[in-house]
C-alpha cells in the first residue's frame, strides 16, 4: 500500500523537497513574470525644479511601496514556515523509513540520510537560537577523525582512547600551516588559548572546540569516545529549521529510527529557557538526492503522546 500511496503522491508532485517548503522559494514557484513598474509622475513638468521636485516624491515613494511589500513578503514567509500545509500527505516515520530504504537499494551508491525539523522558535531572537548534539546510538556511518588539544596526562589518555591526533603547539602549527586532517576536535581548557590562535582556520568549518557542545572538557576520554561512536550536531538557521543526518541508506530501518529518535530527543531538551507554544512545527525525512517525505507531526514531536508509536500499517493523515 505504501508504495502505491508513494507512487501517486509523486505523480501529483505532492512529495516535495523540503528546501522548497520550510526555505520559502514555493513563494515564487511558478509566479508569472512582472514587469517592472514605474513610479515616476506622468504629469508634465514645465520647469527644472518641479522636475527634480517630482524626482525626490518618486524616490521616496519608490522606498515606501519597497518597504511595504518586504514587510508582506515576510508575513507571508512566516504563516508558510509556521503552518503544515492541510493537502500535503504526511507518512508515518516507519513508513517513510521504508520508503527511503527503497530508494537508497536502487542507488548505486550509499547515500545519507537526513531529518530537517521546522522549530516554533523566533530566529530573530538571540536567546531562541537552538544548538547542541546528540549522541546517535548507531552514529552517522561516516568515518570520524579525532583531533585532541591537551597536554601531559590528558595527552596521554586521549591516544588511548584512539584519538587520532594529539598535541598541542605542534598542532597548533600544522593547523595554521592548511595540515587538517580529522572532523572532529576536542580540546581541555587550559589549552583554548593556543587554540584560539587557529580559530579562524577552525570556525568556518565548523571544528573549533565549544564547551555548549561538550568538546571543551577536561573528560577527554569520554569526550573521544562519544565522538568516535557518533555524534550529530545540530543548529537552527536564520528561518529555524534544523537540519542533521541519521545515518546512511545502508543501515536498517530500526537503526534509523533509533537516530531519529536519540535526535529529536536532544532537539527538544535543547529549546530554550521559558519557550511557550509548539515547538516542533513540522519534519521530513529526505536521503541523498531524493525527495523530502513529509513526517506525520505526533510521530515526531516529543511532546506528543504519541511519539515514536509504531505504524499500524494505515496511511497517515
Known amino acids: ?29 511558478n509566479r508569472p513574470p512582472q514587469g517592472k513598474l514605474n513610479y515616476t509622475s ?57 520508503i527511503i530504504r527503497a530508494s537508497s537499494n536502487a542507488s548505486p551508491f550509499d547515500g545519507t540520510v537526513d ?77 583554548m588559548p593556543l587554540v584560539g590562535k587557529v580559530a579562524r582556520v577552525l570556525g568556518p568549518r565548523g571544528l573549533m572546540p565549544n564547551p555548549k557542545l561538550g568538546t571543551v572538557t577536561v573528560n577527554v576520554r569520554d569526550a573521544v569516545l562519544a565522538a568516535k561512536r557518533g555524534q550529530a ?18 543501515f536498517s530501518p530500526e537503526e534509523l529510527r533509533e537516530n531519529v529518535k536519540a535526535l529529536l530527543l536532544a532537539l527538544y531538551d535543547s529549546r530554550p529557557d521559558g519557550f511557550k507554544g509548539s515547538f516542533v512545527r513540522a519534519a521530513f525525512l529526505s536521503s541523498t538526492h531524493g525527495k523530502g517525505i513529509p513526517l506525520s507531526l505526533p510521530i515526531v514531536d516529543p511532546a506528543n503522546a504519541s511519539f515514536m508509536s509504531s505504524w499500524d500499517g494505515n496511511p497517515a493523515v
Not at 508634465?44 to 518618486?58: F, G, N, R, V
Not at 511601496?65 to 508575513?75: D, F, L, S
Not at 590528558?154 to 582512547?161: G, H, I, M, T, V
Not at 537552527?236 to 541508506?249: C, D, L, P, Q
Open 42 to 98: 506622468s504629469r508634465p513638468q514645465s520647469t527644472s525644479s518641479s522636475s527634480s521636485s517630482a524626482a525626490a516624491l518618486s524616490n521616496t515613494a519608490k522606498s515606501k511601496i519597497a518597504k511595504e511589500r518586504r514587510q508582506e513578503r515576510k508575513k507571508a514567509l512566516g504563516q508558510l514556515l509556521r503552518l503544515r500545509n492541510p493537502l500535503l500527505p504526511t507518512f508515518h516515520l516507519d513508513e517513510a523509513l521504508r
Open 115 to 191: 531529518l530537517q525539523v521546522q522549530l516554533g522558535i523566533d530566529p530573530r531572537k538571540t536567546n531562541q537560537a537552538v544548538r547542541g548534539v546528540a549522541a546517535l546510538p548507531f552514529g552517522t556511518g561516516r568515518r570520524v577523525v579525532v583531533a585532541v588539544f591537551a597536554k601531559g596526562e590528558k595527552a596521554e589518555e586521549a591516544r588511548q582512547a584512539g584519538a587520532q591526533f594529539v598535541g598541542a603547539e605542534d598542532l597548533v602549527e600544522k593547523i595554521s600551516k592548511g595540515e587538517i586532517g580529522f572532523t572532529r576536535a576536542i580540546a581541555t581548557p587550559d589549552v
Open 1 to 29: 500500500m505504501s508504495s502505491n500511496r508513494l507512487l501517486s503522491a509523486i505523480n501529483l508532485g505532492r512529495v516535495i523537497s523540503p528546501s522548497r517548503l520550510c526555505f520559502g522559494k514555493i513563494l515564487t514557484a
Open 233 to 250: 550536531e545540530f543548529r537552527s538557521e536564520k528561518r529555524g529549521i534544523v537540519s542533521s543526518a541519521v545515518g546512511k541508506g545502508s
